[in-house]
């Protein structure tokens, strides 16, 4: 019988973020303790907060929202984990995942783990501020392996907030698929891999489905045997 480990966080308002962007919060308009039928209430969430996942849209003006990505885009059957330890504000090299070749090519899901997301927990600021990236170079790397849909990451963003400009931006828009065509590589961020399991045969990334979006939050889980 198969079992699932969720890799996505939590959505909590103290959560890390894209210094600078909004976060999340919860408006109560109706409480059963406050005299209501039921318990509702209203979602104040930035699409890029939390576990979630880039649409080409987030850097493509012609690029798919997120309710417009085919389904199949969101479940991998190849997923595969390489380890490129990384420190503040450093950038994973095109060099550093051409050393894991073999496995790249074979994967629909590359999960690059950092070991960063320990630092999540005791320091959100710093994980968020000065966290690792993927370089550009990285990128076109990555955007070059034809069977590539996806790649997931410990990290707050594909880009590191120190060198978002220029590094950072090019290689959201190198995997967003700009100028592309229809070539694009789903980015999944601040994913918790320090809980992938190594018998992992099948990953989904499920975002909400929001019309006119970018972007979206997204639950992510490993399905084991």
Same mark, same amino acid.
């Given at each position: ?75 991998? &059957?190849?997923?595969?984990?390489? @380890? !490129?330890?990384? /420190? #503040?504000?450093? *950038?994973?090299? +095109?060099? &550093?995942?051409?050393?894991?070749? @073999? !496995?790249?090519? /074979? #994967?629909?899901? *590359?999960?690059? +783990? ?10 959100? /600021? ?100």
């Amino acid at each position: 019988m198969a079992r699932f480990v969720r890799l996505s966080y939590d959505v909590e308002p103290d959560g890390p973020g894209w210094p600078g962007n909004p976060t999340y919060r919860w408006e109560q308009i109706s409480s059963i303790a406050g005299g209501d039928a039921a318990n509702v209430g209203v979602l104040h969430l930035c699409d890029h907060f939390g576990s979630h996942l880039d649409a080409p849209n987030h850097f493509d003006d012609a690029g798919l929202q997120v309710a417009q990505v085919p389904l199949e885009r969101f479940v991998y &059957e190849r997923p595969r984990l390489v @380890d !490129v330890a990384k /420190e #503040a504000e450093e *950038l994973v090299t +095109r060099e &550093e995942l051409e050393a894991h070749d @073999d !496995v790249v090519r /074979e #994967a629909d899901l *590359l999960l690059v +783990r950092t070991g960063w997301s320990s630092v999540r927990a005791s320091d959100p /600021e710093r994980y968020a501020s000065r966290g690792p990236g993927i370089s550009a170079d990285a990128c076109e790397y990555l955007i070059a392996q034809p069977g590539l849909h996806a790649v997931a990451l410990d990290l707050v963003s594909l880009a590191s907030y120190p060198k978002v400009d220029p590094d950072g931006i090019v290689a959201h828009r190198i995997l967003c698929g700009v100028g592309r065509d229809d070539r694009y590589v789903i980015i999944v961020e601040d994913v918790d891999l320090s809980r992938y399991p190594p018998n992992a045969r099948r990953v989904y990334a499920i975002p909400l489905f929001l019309a006119g979006a970018d972007s979206s939050p997204c639950t992510v889980f490993a399905e084991v045997e």
